[in-house]
DNA sequence: TCGAACGTTTACGTTAACGGCAAGGTTCTG
DNA sequence: CAGAACCTTGCCGTTAACGTAAACGTTCGA
């Protein structure tokens, strides 16, 4: 019921999977997919004899961080492709890497691609300190409204109203006041 | 060269600013202010005679709150309508909370306020532990490369290029093969 | 070999989040 | 009270990031 003609995914070999497929692993369509391969934040390994886009493991890896710079650190995708090296460069260097015997230009790729993820990490750090802040400033709403609350509550017990909360339950909010 | 006619905001005493000052102060345009209260997200506390949107310490806050949610956690418009309480709420409760005098008014609302701020924790330290796990996974590929560097660098030392970096500045990158 | 199931390109449609006017009202200062 | 400097409400335009549909090619099992 979810496969009746073409298959090969279970092919415990080939590391080549379809677009679709792909695509349900990410919890991304299709149609994103090809709009980052448009856009210029990836290319399918291969063409399947000059049709079907192919991708190989690296490439799924590549997506599910872009993924995550979208949905979890919320970058536009013209920032990823900041971030990232763009996908020309990065097909290149696969070719160099694999193709020469020069210790000295590995070493270069190698070098480039380290400084570019280093600049990666120190973004993402920045991102992680500024949501911390906020969490920071969450928190200190949350702890002047549970002072509130016991101010409240200490001051005078008023008639046991019937759901009563176990324990300290108190509330803070959007106003900063204390009434005057 | 900045006022002439107009002025008003350094008045120690009127907490009300009008919009522009506001959008300065926050980084924002004063057009993405009045979209944000076209969309439900707040609404000025005053309107001087009918006419300008006055702004009040709480109002601000609350503007860099929607700020802060939307470029540093990256959320969208209406995910932060959705983690804060709508203005209409927001206004009813600042209103009874000023009028009343019925403790336990007072407690419904800070409680209910409460909640809500607990739930905004929990979002965004969901978002937090994401972002974390995101670095994580980068650091994890830093190291991998220079795993990498230094096994080219151990292996033969090539002919030594002029800008040899000082100390140990190996890199990884895109490609997570040590090559056939 | 044939057809169901998937894939491809091309192109137009949609939604969110504003940007940028135009036409007119408000405010403070001189 | 004039007028510069801000504000107001429309309303249309724009950009990003896809959605959707059309027309056609590819794969693979029966």
Do not use: C, W
Request: charged share 35%.
């Amino acid at each position: 019921m979810s496969q009746s003609a073409q298959s090969t995914p279970p092919d415990l070999e080939a590391p080549l999977r379809k677009i679709q497929e792909v695509a349900a692993e990410l919890g991304l369509t299709a149609r994103a997919i090809r709009y980052y391969e448009e856009v210029g934040l990836l290319a399918p390994a291969a063409r399947s004899g000059g049709a079907y886009r192919l991708y190989d493991p690296d490439d799924v890896e590549r997506l599910r961080f872009i993924k995550g710079l979208r949905d979890d650190a919320g970058f536009s995708l013209t920032e990823i492709g900041q971030l990232l090296e763009d996908e020309a460069m990065r097909a290149r260097n696969r070719d160099r890497f694999r193709t020469t015997d020069d210790a000295t230009e590995r070493r270069a790729i190698i070098d480039d691609t380290l400084v570019r993820v280093e600049r990666q990490i120190d973004t993402l750090r920045d991102k992680m300190t500024r949501l911390a802040g906020m969490i920071e400033e969450a928190e200190g709403r949350r702890d002047h409204l549970r002072v509130h609350l016991a101010e409240l509550d200490a001051g005078r017990e008023p008639e046991p109203h019937v759901h009563t909360r176990s324990g300290s339950r108190p509330l803070a909010g959007s106003s900063g006041r204390t009434a005057p």
